[in-house]
């Protein structure tokens, strides 16, 4: 069975600056799909970024980007110039791509990210 | 831009009492699901709906749970007898096609007392 872990319950960054959060995942499948959403307080989960494991290339969606070490079973946020509003709950999530299946997510227990201004 | 709508946004209700979840998908979506969150604990599928039917469901979702669609465009989750250990966040979820990404809705807080 698939496992998604983040090991960062809290994180805090200075407004402006870079932040990275932590993702690791365990799965015996090649195929797959790994997403970031952000959840504000009292607010739905918004998709930030998506990355398809056969891609090399790392995802990029403005300000953020992520680093995926597929090996490793690694992937990674990164926020630059950071924001006020990037204040939120950040969940990983994994989902299979078989041809079969529900694509149901497997979710990290979150990291919490605090800007500062 | 098209969201996927939750209400109640909170529901309190006693241990033993019958409780029904809304959620209206985003319209041109064919896959739903619910998801929970007890307070501080991950995010963990429940069941997954298509074509009218469960096409998937955890050890969670056992017989004091059901889904519908009852007409089209509401998508429900219904908790028969509920628990205690059923205080939880939640999320109502919807896909439009195999390679898409799921649209989550903002979440019912269930609090049984």
């Known amino acids: 069975a698939q496992t998604v872990t983040q090991s960062q319950p809290e994180m805090s960054v200075q407004e402006a600056e870079t932040v990275t959060l932590s993702c690791t995942y365990d799965t015996s499948e090649s195929d797959y799909y790994l997403f970031w959403y952000k959840q504000p307080p009292s607010r739905q989960m918004i998709l930030v970024i998506r990355?398809?494991?056969?891609?090399?290339q790392n995802a990029t969606e403005n300000r953020f980007s992520v680093n995926f070490q597929k090996a490793a079973k690694s992937f990674s946020l990164k926020i630059s110039d950071s924001q006020l509003g990037d204040a939120a709950m950040y969940f990983c999530?994994?989902?299979?791509?078989?041809?079969?299946?529900?694509?149901?997510?497997?979710f990290g227990t979150g990291t919490r990210l605090k800007v500062l201004a | 831009e098209p969201e996927v709508t939750q209400t109640p946004s909170h529901q309190v209700t006693q241990m033993g009492q019958e409780v029904i979840l809304r959620c209206v998908p985003i319209?041109?979506?064919?896959?739903f699901y619910w998801y929970r969150q007890i307070l501080g604990q991950k995010v963990e599928f429940l069941v997954s709906f298509y074509n009218n039917e469960i096409s998937e469901k955890s050890e969670i979702f056992d017989d004091q749970f059901s889904v519908e669609r009852p007409d089209g465009s509401n998508f429900t989750l219904k908790i028969r007898s509920t628990k205690l250990e059923d205080s939880a966040m939640y999320f109502c979820a919807s896909r439009e096609g195999q390679l898409y990404e799921q649209y989550f809705g903002p979440g019912t807080r269930l609090t049984v007392t």
């Open positions: 319209s041109n979506h064919l896959y």
């Open positions: 990355q398809e494991a056969y891609k090399q």
């Open positions: 999530a994994y989902r299979s791509a078989g041809a079969s299946g529900t694509y149901k997510y497997i």
